[in-house]
């Protein structure tokens, strides 16, 4: 059911020595929800994700654990990065590993064409390194250190000591890319998402751009410089190109031409990697530009932003484990403005799955579910005359789905949410007002209670396809207890773009016993 409209989305590649946290979860539910709404609505979608698995501190984890970093990364992604898919539900189509063949050749003919068309040349190079942010720091990112560190220079990322490298590197020539750049965030105002990051690069690529080093001679664990085997390439060189050569760039033209240009999602943290080196990388040889870099903000916790090397990293199965894979999703995508920092805690967590997931939605499901069963022996019933109350409920249902929509294509899912968000609470507000089980009472209110309820049914029904990419494990079990999955087919088949109809949900449709869609979480 696609629509032939290319929709190719990716996360970072994550390195594999960090064990997953929730900021990793973040990014990756955030695209994963992204591709499942673009597939939804018959879009040619295809969803990226993978490891990166060169570079310095690859190879000190494995040297620190005495294996060899192969090793090392094999163990890492498999018991830890594999398991993280499943963990958040997400329906990626393809994961991709840095130290496959399938990219290492490819980054070779990569750089080699870059080589051959005079971008590259062999330069003598000496500055402070970060092994954290595998990156030469400019002078803004170099702090004075304080206690263990006194006296030394460290990353204002890291707070740890920076390394002075003077090694013979080749050369990338970047300063040569920045008018093409600046033309370019010019003519597509959205290649870089947000506007607060658009700014940035633009004032960034504004001051100047110096070469960049795209090789290392220090160590061997990299894919080796084609001309000059004595160096490997540089890890952030090699990762960006994961985007092309996981979409066939160099073996598969067809599928190249058919998935190229992405859409990149990335933390702010490595928006510059993204929004000025990788165009201008591609640039350089002849390919298209990424169709855009939207750049979300960290998860702070207790005020810092998270990671592992800050001590306050958590691990997405403690949240999951208590409150689901659905909740983690929702949790994350609604309650951050997607694009700006947001902090999380656990009492707000708790409070909006209580609030929002169980009581709201959940509980809308159940007991429409329950009262079709009682009072129409299971059986949707067929709606009668609709009165101004039911015809609202259904221009928001409408209003719903287009905004939300409209909401996806900004990449704001937030905002996305909190439109669907309106199609629960105005059900809810409606079963109360109506009152079924008064109605129930009344033999002459039967007509009447089945357009209500058919209403509460036909407005879960759009709920169901328009939360299913958020929350897909609670929608199904709703789609199936709607009797929906006979008549209409699978939930994720059917056609986003199309929900906000009314009157799709068949009368006659058999419901059955919906238990508790967000249980009652008892917390420690
Ligand atoms: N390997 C590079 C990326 C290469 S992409 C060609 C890298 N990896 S990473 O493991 O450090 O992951 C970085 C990404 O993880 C961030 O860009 C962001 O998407 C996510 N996050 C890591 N910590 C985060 C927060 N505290 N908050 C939000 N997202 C976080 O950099």
Known sequence: MTSGRSFYITTPIYYPSDLPHIGHGYTTVAVD?????HRQAGDDTWMLTGTDEHGQKMLRAAAANGVTPQEWVDKLVTESWFPLLETLDVANDDFIRTTQPRHEERVQQFVEALHDRGYIYAGEYEALYCVGCEEFKPEAEIVDGTGPF?????CAIHSKPLELLQEKNYFFKLSEFQDRLLELYKT?????????ARNEVVSFVRSGLKDLSISRSAFDWGITVPWDPSHVIYVWVDALLNYATAVGYGTDPAEFERRWPAFHVVGKDILRFHAVIWPAMLMAAGLDVPRGVFAHGWLLVGGEKMSKSKLTGI?????????????YRYYFLSAIAFGQDGSFSWEDL????QAELANGFGNLGSRTVAMIAKYFDGVVPAPAAYTDGDRAIQKIVADAATTADQAIERFRIDEAIAAI????????????ENEPWALAKDEAQHERLGTVLYTA?????AL??????????????LWAALGAEESLGALVAQPIRAAGGWGVLRPGSVVTALSPLFPRVEQA
């Open 188 to 196: 597509e105002p959205d290649f870089v998402r947000p506007e607060s």
């Open 150 to 154: 006194e006296g030394l220079k460290v």
């Open 315 to 327: 691990a997405p199965t403690e949240i999951t484990d208590v409150f689901g894979s659905d909740a």
């Open 350 to 353: 708790s409070a909006r799955y």
């Open 457 to 461: 049914a036909e407005g879960l029904r």
């Open 33 to 37: 929800t992204l591709a499942r709404w």
């Open 464 to 477: 169901a396809v328009l939360l299913s990419p958020v929350m897909p494990g609670s929608t199904a079990k």
């Open 421 to 432: 968000w309106t199609i629960v609470d105005a059900l809810n507000g409606y079963i109360t």
